[in-house]
């Protein structure tokens, strides 16, 4: 069965960092585009960054580029989330997309929590 399970969140005070990780298994990771998006209570889930199948071209949103790596290793079926100098408003729950290249079919985590605050 394809899934996607999200770690690594927790409570982590503004200023710091931390690596989300999604675990993929099921399916074949070259074939598909990985995201990471987020949702605040009370808020619509927001986009923060893609990798491409290959992992040669990333994109961020405007809220994280600068503070934000996607990376992701085929090889270990692994996508990484790395963020630094977190702040507040950062606090949700984020969430590990795949979709896949050519069906544009989504398969989504159930998400982890991320919490920032002193």
């Known amino acids: 069965q394809a899934q996607v399970v999200e770690s690594g969140g927790g409570l982590v005070q503004p200023g710091g960092s931390l690596r989300l990780s999604c675990a993929a298994s099921?399916?074949?990771?070259?074939?598909?585009?990985f995201s990471w998006h987020r949702q605040a209570p009370g808020k619509e889930r927001e986009f923060l960054a893609l990798?491409?199948?290959?992992?040669?071209?990333?994109n961020y949103a405007a809220s994280v580029k600068g503070r934000a790596t996607i990376s992701r290793d085929n090889a270990k079926n692994m996508v990484y989330l790395y963020m630094n100098n977190l702040k507040p408003e950062d606090t949700a729950v984020y969430y590990c997309?795949?979709?896949?290249?050519?069906?544009?079919?989504?398969?989504w985590g159930r998400g982890t929590q991320v919490t920032v605050s002193s």
């Open positions: 997309n795949a979709r896949r290249t050519t069906s544009g079919t989504d398969l």
């Open positions: 099921g399916f074949t990771l070259s074939n598909h585009v």
């Open positions: 990798i491409t199948s290959g992992g040669g071209s990333t």
